[in-house]
């Protein structure tokens, strides 16, 4: 279904997230799975910290005296949900980098022949023109990551900036045709 306009449609667009939707739900899945696994863990372990937290017992300390007593009893919840927070900080850091990590292989999944063929038969030719702006090494094959900066592209208007490009281009190189004759 190729429409002959200057300017993609809105199928190419829903085309193209559907086509990577189908292609990353796996590590969507994975990604949404071992967070939610892992946020459940920890709030139960940091239920269990702060109730550890909260029995602990300083009445070994007198030697540092009683004052000094009451300022560890006072400051005591304090001390631990620092430790809490402080935690929670590295475990997102830790999620954050196997998030991004699974983002970045999945990027690099190549994407199949009926996957391609699916594409040519079905987009238009302006979106066509920017999957090919944005396919840079012929050699290799079309990776899913190439498919996200088509989308990314089609929403950011690069159909009408390729066109206008070729305007550019025809514009510059036909005073220079008639200079040369003269």
Known sequence: ???????????????????????????????VVVVAVVA??????????????????????HALGVQAIALLKQYNPFFWWAVVALCTL???YF???????TQRRARLKQVSDATVSMLAHELSDP???????????????ITVGDLQRTLSELRGGR?????LARRHVVLL???????DEQ
């Open 90 to 92: 590295i475990i997102a």
């Open 40 to 61: 459940l863990v920890w709030y139960d372990l940091l239920n269990r910290l702060i109730a550890f937290g909260r029995g602990i017992d300083y009445g070994g300390l």
């Open 95 to 101: 999620l954050y980098g196997f998030v991004q990590g």
């Open 159 to 163: 159909a009408a900036k390729i066109v």
């Open 1 to 31: 279904m190729k429409a002959n306009t200057q300017q993609p449609t809105r199928q190419d667009v829903a085309l193209l997230r559907n086509t990577l939707l189908k292609l990353t739900a796996t590590q969507k899945i994975l990604c």
């Open 173 to 179: 190189e036909g005073p220079a045709v008639a200079v």
């Open 127 to 141: 979106a066509l023109e920017v999957l090919r702006w944005v396919w840079h090494e012929r050699r290799d094959p």
